[in-house]
């Protein structure tokens, strides 16, 4: 559409000394000169009027004009609804895609870089470097997970988030150089977009096997946060520069704007160059001009996206800028609220509904925490951060250390002894400090009941090695390979819903599906179990996509694994160990420090891990590489050493000899190193196994892999 664009200016020759000429055709009256007049000020803003234009709102009730603007954007009244369309972003309603109605809080958004419309034939400099923060990703370069349970799971090609990425990079480089410019540090919201930026940004640098609409919405919230700490900063510079009273800085044309009826706003964002547009309600002002005409919005996407509902209806300002603020770290194929559906995925032929895990809380050093009471706990997404209390059941207890081991009691021990490795070829072997550490607890008081003991996220590794028959192990693995990818998003599923573990007869179950489900009957236990899972698995991901008789090779990161051998098992199990270790971690982390944000949480406990992923282990790593944790060299552990011990010291009964002890760095000797190692590595696996009532699963040695 063309635009239509009316240059209103001042007649000076009657009733106003703006010393101006009037437009070719227009005559203001003596009331619109004044209006004119009082809202300019030329005394202090020099000549911004000549460039004044006006449009009719076309609601009857407001005119929209600006100082500084050659047009005039469509400017829209009422209650508005904020909600997901299907570029994955709000439309109309978000700041970074139209301006706003200006806020104080938010005022920095008025500087967000505005996208280059098709018609601007010449791109700037902004619209060039920049262009990634409005890309959008091409579905043909989505590649799906060869083989497994879930056909619409996989990953976006690599090369084609390059651009993006190395822009993020930059971005967040000119932030950390920024704020070492500062004389002071600001309270603004920089540190928490960048804590953000980043937390978005390790989820794109090796993003888990996803739908492309997940990672569409990873890739915006990249977008946003990318805009959003350029504009804060940009905004802020602009404010700090020095200049006269009269003075003010040259136009952006490319920042957002913003929609006030605040003439002092209108005054403020001239006076730093960005593109403001006035609105009030005194049509008389102009009723003898000509009307421009409002040019309507461009590259905008109004569509609702498939399965999104409203997330705030009411009117604009500072409310609905924050919805479109918060961060999305779920999955867009879980479904939101989903606790119903999660109560009716589990039919537990024990009781309840779900499991409660619930165990007697003891102390590191031996003691109860209080007399009458014990901490009861449970694993389950739904029940995170919350603590229950009931009376306490006495237990044999022994006056000797905290880490010695007499003889476990035989309901400990019984299906065998879990803090000990099996023996099997394809079992990675132990690491020194976790195997001392297992070995360590005191197991001479009885377990307590099935009802009250955590069940799995993942499924014990060393039970796909038990099976009496090869037939049944290699079914055990390949459905595993199979329900992987599904799995890891599943676990994903955000706190407030029913919980995704299961205990072990569950997993058993599932994992060896050539049983005739159909012939064994609908109200058998076998059945149930096995359609808990599949049921869980078919609800999130709807039945359509779910192919659970899937057949072939089967996709393991850059691996096609037709059938289990020993160059690729131990692996496997290794990476199971792995999986284990980062959801027990961060179940029981959840319930000692309850209070924490998932955000904060997730930034902490990710410095343990691979390349700080924390929810997967991203790409196999290089055993020529820092392996982190599973380094057999001491020194190559410090790093995540000092990442876990920091985690630990935010736990209730830290042992003092972690708490007061110096950061764990490479100058100190490997003794001293293993020795608070293993300080670590016992009060871990001791505070779990009184959390839990079981023994966790805790890492292994890599293997390694020969390609």
Not at 453 to 465: Q, R
């Amino acid at each position: 559409m063309a635009r239509l664009l009316d240059m209103i200016a001042c007649d000076s020759s009657d009733t106003t000394s703006t010393g101006s000429e009037s437009a070719p055709g227009l005559t203001l009256t003596s009331q619109q000169a004044e209006v004119a007049d009082e809202l300019l000020s030329p005394s202090r803003l020099g000549a911004w009027h000549k460039e004044l234009v006006a449009v009719d709102a076309n609601d009857g009730i407001h005119v929209v004009s600006s100082p500084n603007m050659n047009f005039v954007p469509q400017y829209f009244t009422g209650v508005i609804q904020v909600c997901l369309r299907a570029d994955l972003r709000y439309g109309l309603a978000d700041p970074i895609q139209y301006p706003q109605i200006y806020c104080e809080e938010n005022n920095y958004l008025t500087a967000v870089l505005r996208q280059p419309s098709q018609s601007e034939s010449l791109p700037t400099i902004p619209a060039v470097r920049y262009a990634p923060l409005w890309w959008t990703p091409d579905e043909r370069d989505f590649r799906p997970i060869e083989g497994a349970i879930v056909k619409h799971l996989g990953v976006l090609q690599a090369w084609t988030l390059l651009p993006l990425m190395h822009l993020v990079d930059e971005i967040l480089t000119e932030v950390d150089t920024w704020l070492k410019s500062r004389s002071r540090p600001l309270n603004g919201p920089l540190s928490p977009l960048r804590t953000s930026l980043r937390h978005v940004r390790a989820f794109l640098r090796h993003p888990p096997a996803c739908s492309f609409r997940d990672i569409t919405m990873q890739i915006r919230e990249v977008q946003r946060y990318s805009l959003m700490i350029r504009a804060y900063m940009d905004f802020t510079d602009r404010r700090n520069i020095p200049r006269s009273t009269s003075d003010s800085l040259p136009l952006n044309p490319t920042l957002m704007g913003a929609f006030t009826d605040d003439r002092g706003v209108v005054r403020k964002l001239y006076e730093l160059g960005i593109p403001v547009w006035y609105v009030r309600r005194d049509l008389s002002l102009f009723r003898d001009a000509r009307q421009a005409v409002p040019i309507p919005p461009s590259n905008i996407c109004t569509a609702l996206g498939p399965g999104t509902g409203i997330l705030y209806e009411g009117p604009p300002g500072p409310n609905h800028i924050a919805v479109t603020h918060q961060a999305l770290d779920t999955f867009l194929e879980i479904p939101r609220g989903s606790s119903e559906l999660m109560v009716t995925a589990r039919p537990d032929d024990r009781c309840g509904s779900g499991p409660t895990g619930t165990a007697q809380r003891r102390s590191h050093r031996g003691t109860k925490l209080c007399d009458d009471l014990v901490m009861i706990a449970a694993p389950s997404a739904s029940d995170q951060g919350v603590t229950r209390m009931q009376p306490s059941r006495s237990r044999r207890r022994r006056s000797d250390g905290p880490y010695s081991r007499p003889e476990p009691h035989p309901s400990q021990v019984r299906g065998g002894n879990k803090f000990e490795d099996i023996e099997h070829e394809w079992m990675p072997q132990g690491i020194k400090s976790w195997s001392t550490a297992m070995a360590s607890v005191d197991l001479s008081s009885p377990a307590p009941p099935n009802s009250q003991i955590w069940d799995y996220w993942i499924p014990e590794p060393a039970k796909l090695l038990r099976p009496e028959t090869i037939d049944r192990r290699d079914r055990y693995i390949i459905t595993w390979l199979q329900m992987r990818s599904a799995w890891i998003y599943i676990l994903r599923l955000p706190p407030g819903t029913r919980s995704t573990c299961f205990p072990t007869q569950y997993w058993r179950d599932f994992l060896f599906p050539h049983v005739d489900r159909d012939r064994s009957g609908e109200g058998t236990r076998n059945r149930k179990r096995w359609m808990s899972i599949l049921l869980l698995l078919g609800d999130v991901f709807h039945q359509e996509n779910l192919d659970a008789a899937r057949q072939g090779p089967v996709q393991w990161f850059d691996y096609l694994i037709s059938s289990p051998d020993s160059t690729s098992t131990p692996l496997i199990i290794w990476e199971m160990h792995d999986l284990c270790f980062r959801y027990e971690l961060q179940a029981l982390d959840r319930r000692l420090v309850p209070l924490q944000g998932e955000q904060e949480r997730d930034a902490l406990l990710s410095r343990i891990f691979h390349y700080h992923v924390l929810h997967s282990l991203p790409v196999l790593p290089d055993p020529d590489e820092s392996l982190r944790l599973y380094d057999p060299l001491p020194h190559r552990r410090v790093s995540a050493l000092e990442a876990f011990r920091q985690v630990l010291l935010r736990w209730p009964k830290c042992p003092v000899e972690l708490s007061r002890s110096v950061p764990i760095t490479t100058c100190m000797t490997a003794e001293e190193i293993i020795s608070l190692e293993l300080e670590m590595t016992k009060f871990y696996v001791f505070s779990f196994f009184e959390m839990s009532g079981r023994a966790p699963i805790v890492p292994h040695q890599y293997p390694g892999l020969r390609r």
